[in-house]
């Protein structure tokens, strides 16, 4: 474990829990986004910052939680290329594996044109795809993006780890996520992304948040970052990625760890 790490864990150990119970009111269902992207050292510098303002969630003792996802497009790559190409509303479908509690989700994540995000979901028994539609797949993503699980495949697949923080007034959740990896069922094609952290704020309007200052004097900026199509694009060369070229020299440069698009084949 690396000494970034360890600063890490030593201020999360200090934070108030709070659990899945306790956060059941604030879900943000329907919620303004704003997406940040740093490197584990702020981290460390952050988490010594949000304390006595945040609680961790905590659930049976861990305040890391372990996700995998699985996202499907059309052949035509549909959702790919409408966020490619700053299409409002764009739509994306993926399935959530909580790898702790062993809780899958199909889950629908629509952004509209105001900037905000509806996420829609239902338990399915696992990430198999008759699974899938045996639980009422098809018929959930075909009433929310017109695609069912016959006219979509899997596509990349991620897997991160989470820390989540919820401010004492409980108006806003903080993912965290760090040590993001991604597969390509296409390609076969892997990467990863070194000490990367995405940072989310995640609120109803544009409430306050205490966050946000202190965001300011570690000088980390707003930027915006899709798993799905930031993973596409660095394990499939076949797809347009013009767009995504600068965010992630960007990135690049935050952590020191190569972002590349790979040569098409």
Known sequence: MSETDKQILHWLTQLPPISLDEMSGIKLMNRTDTKFVTNKGKLAQLLELVQGQYYVQQIEGSRIANYRTLYYDTPAHRFYTDHHNGCAPRQKIRVRTYLDSDMTFLEVKTKN??????KKRITVPS????????????DFTQGLTGETFASILPTVENQFQRITL????????LTIDFNVCFHNYETDSDAETGDLVIIELKRDGNVFSPI???LRQLRIKPHGFSKYCIGSAM???RLKNNTFKFKMVTISKLTGHPFRVPQKS
């Open 235 to 237: 394990t499939n060369g």
């Open 113 to 118: 044109n105001h900037g905000r995000t509806k």
């Open 127 to 138: 990430t198999a795809q008759a699974d899938i539609v045996a639980a009422g797949g098809s």
């Open 166 to 173: 919820v401010n004492y007034g409980k108006t806003e959740r």
């Open 212 to 214: 946000l200052k202190m």
